[in-house]
């Protein structure tokens, strides 16, 4: 029986909190299964303090080890980390663009593929295939998966 493929929902998030959960999501999906990422997120909710952008941007080594501890999220501590700098990465692009999503607005003209290279070399952990599930995810304009 073939695998049933999971397709996420397109919203716009409604604040920058909103963009960055789902920014580390894409973050923890690099690489591994989604569905045991998508069936753990409302813990892994919990444990980054509702992906909170100020908070998680504050974390320091305690928090990292607090993560790597907690049996309810995937425990890869590059990814924590990733999604820790990509917090103090996303309130540096709030306070030049007032918001993330002011931020995408300003890569509006850009070419697809320049768009994701863009969002790839600012974030870490996103590839070309965590950019495409981010952007699909908060409802901006992507090519067909084919032609990603």
């Known amino acids: 029986m073939p695998q ?10 409604e604040d920058d909190n909103g963009y960055f959960e789902v920014l ?6 690099a690489g591994f299964s989604w569905e045991v990422v998508r069936n753990r997120w409302p813990e892994f909710r919990r444990a980054f303090d509702g992906f909170d ?4 941007a504050r974390y320091d080594v305690r928090d990292v080890d607090r993560l790597l ?11 924590i980390e990733a999604v820790i700098e990509n917090a103090r990465t996303m309130r540096r692009i709030i306070a030049d663009y007032g918001s993330f999503e002011a931020y995408l607005r300003s890569l509006d003209d850009l070419p697809y593929h320049e768009r994701s290279r863009t969002l790839a070399r600012r974030f870490k952990w996103l590839g070309r295939t965590g950019v495409f599930f981010f952007l699909w995810c908060v409802d901006e304009e992507v090519p067909a998966w084919e032609d990603r």
């Open 24 to 29: 580390s999501q894409a973050v923890f999906q």
């Open 69 to 79: 501890a907690d049996p309810g999220i995937v425990r890869n501590g590059r990814k």
């Open 4 to 13: 049933e493929i999971h397709i996420p929902p397109r919203r716009k998030p």
């Open 53 to 56: 952008i100020e908070t998680v």
